[in-house]
């Protein structure tokens, strides 16, 4: 199954380099941003702290930091 699995995964590499992508949301990823979305940041949320939804109702997370910061490099 993990054969099975990886060369499914080969193949869809392989097609996404061979295509012209018109959709943004379809192109490749740098590797630079692959590391970093392969990275622990990668598979945390981020709020704006506080962060205040439309009905009240309010989060606030801690641990954040460097993805804020990463948002903020790419916003400016």
Do not use: V
């Amino acid at each position: 199954m993990q054969n099975k699995l990886k060369k499914t995964g080969d193949n869809h590499s392989r097609l996404r380099l061979e295509s012209i992508n018109l959709s943004p949301s379809e192109n490749i990823l740098s590797p630079f941003a692959r590391t970093l979305l392969s990275s622990d940041m990668g598979q945390r949320y981020f709020f704006k702290s506080p962060f205040k939804s439309s009905n009240g109702i309010s989060y606030s997370y801690s641990g954040t930091k460097y993805i804020e910061d990463i948002i903020n490099i790419g916003e400016n």
